[in-house]
């Protein structure tokens, strides 16, 4: 039958016709193939064989000219049934079926059947060797498979293999780090990269605390950059994150924040227990912006795996999705403002926090141990006060002042963590963990921290007897919230934190937390 298509005439009872289908658009030969496919097939089985066009550059062969145009066109499945009816011809015929199986091995290749593909260039290069051919390119395509394709889809395999174990190790935060415990994953800010020494490590914290039911829960904070890797050297898994609070929308707050949904997913897709976790996340408005694409995320059975609340200054957060915080964590959250632009908002929408918790405190007021985060903000008169039933303040410096007499319009800087902590302490015990330091400040956070802890006493008290310390941050801080007390470094014994001192080693841009000489 004659087909007029576009002036072009082409025959499917005439092969001679069917070279005019590269004139065709690509979406109009595709259809014509697919409709005519069967009776093409029926054409080039009456046709006889001709040993001199099978060569596959051979313009007289009518069963490379459609399979040609298939593999061109992406039709591997009406290719593989050219070649799979050409290779059956030839071998009824006692003639060369080891080009046929070569192409038939690239269609299914294509359509990645690997190993049927494979099959057919062995198919192919047995004939080859059988017939003393030995330049034919089914040596190459099992080269290639043997040395490149097979081997990396078994890594693939094993990586798998690997990733689901990783996702399936129980929880073992009571094991690996305790409850009411406070971990810095954080040595630099955020404009590190521009000109980094060294590992440029950044991260937030990690802190765990017991719920009234018994329950170890663990709360990321700020989770940025390298803060799962770190987190995983720990020794701690997807598994121990049941909670994340972000106080804006930098790369240096919310750098993991991805990665550890994308593990939640799969998590939730490989677990062998067939249970869905779902992770809480409390985040300001340039965060909600940032992420609100991931924020309604569902398993492969639709169940939700993130429940989200909003940080608005001023605001008491008490529940999430109907849940008790006091109930589920052990927490209170008070949501204070700070004075630092995000970049989704473009507006002073970043916060900070006070986690008031259930651990007994050993002061009379307040009567619960709390926890201020002051997250990146310049310094406001008075912006201390917000901070004052706090007995452990994580105060982020930033940088130093730049212009004299002028504060920082982004961070604290030195005379703002000065003024904020002199606030927040109003002549009570205090432990201000000093973080956030941009990496000009490598070799010098022991007197950067030295500096602070000196002018934020009160002019009249002996600082020797003072129950206030400014103890800078490094990855490897920990902090048990119970009594206050810090992690001696090389022994991993707690001690209380005005009995600790600080080591740096300017070479690797390390801290040590080291107990200090008895006199």
């Given at each position: 039958m004659m087909y007029q298509m576009m002036n072009i005439p082409i025959d499917v009872s005439r092969p001679q016709t069917w070279s005019n289908l590269h004139h065709l658009p690509v979406k109009t030969r595709k259809e014509w193939i697919n409709h005519n496919l069967a009776n093409m097939i029926k054409v080039l089985h009456a046709l006889p064989i001709d040993e001199n066009s099978l060569s596959p550059d051979s313009n007289q062969n009518p069963w490379h000219l459609i399979g040609f145009i298939c593999i061109n066109d992406n039709l591997y499945k009406e290719a593989e049934k050219i070649y799979e009816e050409m290779q059956k011809k030839m071998k009824e015929s006692h003639k060369n079926f080891g080009i046929p199986s070569y192409y038939l091995g690239i269609a299914k290749f294509l359509q990645g059947r690997h190993k049927e593909a494979y099959a057919e260039f062995k198919t192919s290069r047995q004939y080859d060797l059988l017939h003393k051919i030995f330049d034919s390119p089914s040596a190459a395509a099992i080269h290639y498979m043997e040395e490149t394709i097979?081997?990396?889809?078994?890594?693939?395999?094993?990586?798998?293999?690997?990733?689901?174990?990783?996702?399936?190790?129980?929880?073992?935060?009571?094991?690996?780090?305790?409850?009411?415990?406070?971990?810095?994953?954080?040595?630099?800010?955020?404009?590190?990269?521009?000109?980094?020494?060294?590992?440029?490590?950044?991260?937030?914290?990690?802190?765990?605390?017991?719920?009234?039911?018994?329950e170890i829960k663990g709360i990321a904070i700020d989770p940025g950059y390298d803060f799962f890797t770190i987190f995983r050297d720990i020794g701690l898994?997807?598994?121990?994150?049941?909670?994340?609070?972000?106080?804006?929308?930098h790369d240096d707050h919310t750098e993991s924040v991805e990665g550890i949904l994308s593990l939640l997913a799969k998590y939730n897709d490989h677990n062998h227990e067939k249970k869905s976790r779902v992770i809480d996340i409390f985040g300001s408005a340039g965060v909600l912006l940032k992420f609100h694409g991931l924020l309604s995320a569902t398993d492969l059975f639709g169940n939700k795996e993130i429940n989200?609340?909003?940080?608005?200054?001023?605001?008491?957060?008490?529940?999430?999705?109907?849940?008790?915080?006091?109930?589920?964590?052990?927490?209170?959250?008070?949501?204070?403002?700070?004075?630092?632009?995000?970049?989704?908002?473009?507006?002073?929408?970043?916060?900070?926090?006070?986690?008031?918790?259930?651990?007994?405190?050993?002061?009379?007021?307040?009567?619960?141990?709390?926890?201020?985060?002051?997250?990146?903000?310049?310094?406001?008169?008075?912006?201390?006060?917000?901070?004052?039933?706090?007995?452990?303040?994580?105060?982020?410096?930033?940088?130093?002042?730049k212009e004299e007499g002028k504060y920082l319009n982004q961070h604290l800087g030195l005379l703002g963590c000065i003024n904020l902590i002199k606030e927040a302490r109003l002549r009570k015990p205090l432990l201000s963990i000093l973080t956030e330091f941009g990496e000009e400040f490598s070799g010098k956070r022991k007197i950067i921290s030295q500096i602070i802890e000196n002018w934020v006493q009160p002019m009249e008290e002996n600082h020797s007897a003072s129950m206030l310390r400014v103890i800078p941050a490094d990855i490897n801080l920990e902090v048990r919230l119970s009594d206050l007390h810090i992690k001696e470094t090389d022994t991993n014994v707690f001690f209380p934190y005005q009995m600790i001192t600080i080591e740096e080693d300017s070479n690797f841009d390390t801290l040590k937390y080291k107990l200090k000489a008895q006199r």
């Amino acid at each position: 039958m004659m087909y007029q298509m576009m002036n072009i005439p082409i025959d499917v009872s005439r092969p001679q016709t069917w070279s005019n289908l590269h004139h065709l658009p690509v979406k109009t030969r595709k259809e014509w193939i697919n409709h005519n496919l069967a009776n093409m097939i029926k054409v080039l089985h009456a046709l006889p064989i001709d040993e001199n066009s099978l060569s596959p550059d051979s313009n007289q062969n009518p069963w490379h000219l459609i399979g040609f145009i298939c593999i061109n066109d992406n039709l591997y499945k009406e290719a593989e049934k050219i070649y799979e009816e050409m290779q059956k011809k030839m071998k009824e015929s006692h003639k060369n079926f080891g080009i046929p199986s070569y192409y038939l091995g690239i269609a299914k290749f294509l359509q990645g059947r690997h190993k049927e593909a494979y099959a057919e260039f062995k198919t192919s290069r047995q004939y080859d060797l059988l017939h003393k051919i030995f330049d034919s390119p089914s040596a190459a395509a099992i080269h290639y498979m043997e040395e490149t394709i097979f081997p990396t889809k078994e890594i693939i395999h094993k990586n798998q293999e690997k990733l689901i174990d990783d996702l399936n190790i129980p929880r073992c935060l009571e094991k690996v780090f305790g409850t009411n415990k406070l971990r810095t994953i954080h040595k630099w800010n955020s404009s590190s990269p521009l000109f980094s020494r060294a590992v440029s490590q950044g991260g937030g914290y990690f802190l765990t605390l017991r719920n009234p039911h018994g329950e170890i829960k663990g709360i990321a904070i700020d989770p940025g950059y390298d803060f799962f890797t770190i987190f995983r050297d720990i020794g701690l898994g997807i598994a121990d994150i049941d909670a994340i609070i972000i106080t804006h929308d930098h790369d240096d707050h919310t750098e993991s924040v991805e990665g550890i949904l994308s593990l939640l997913a799969k998590y939730n897709d490989h677990n062998h227990e067939k249970k869905s976790r779902v992770i809480d996340i409390f985040g300001s408005a340039g965060v909600l912006l940032k992420f609100h694409g991931l924020l309604s995320a569902t398993d492969l059975f639709g169940n939700k795996e993130i429940n989200f609340k909003l940080l608005v200054p001023g605001n008491i957060i008490s529940e999430i999705e109907g849940a008790s915080l006091k109930e589920k964590y052990g927490i209170t959250v008070y949501v204070k403002q700070a004075h630092h632009t995000e970049r989704w908002t473009n507006q002073e929408s970043s916060v900070g926090l006070v986690l008031e918790t259930n651990i007994p405190s050993s002061e009379e007021e307040p009567h619960t141990l709390c926890i201020g985060i002051t997250g990146d903000t310049r310094y406001e008169n008075g912006l201390g006060v917000e901070y004052k039933d706090c007995q452990l303040l994580l105060t982020n410096i930033g940088s130093i002042e730049k212009e004299e007499g002028k504060y920082l319009n982004q961070h604290l800087g030195l005379l703002g963590c000065i003024n904020l902590i002199k606030e927040a302490r109003l002549r009570k015990p205090l432990l201000s963990i000093l973080t956030e330091f941009g990496e000009e400040f490598s070799g010098k956070r022991k007197i950067i921290s030295q500096i602070i802890e000196n002018w934020v006493q009160p002019m009249e008290e002996n600082h020797s007897a003072s129950m206030l310390r400014v103890i800078p941050a490094d990855i490897n801080l920990e902090v048990r919230l119970s009594d206050l007390h810090i992690k001696e470094t090389d022994t991993n014994v707690f001690f209380p934190y005005q009995m600790i001192t600080i080591e740096e080693d300017s070479n690797f841009d390390t801290l040590k937390y080291k107990l200090k000489a008895q006199r």
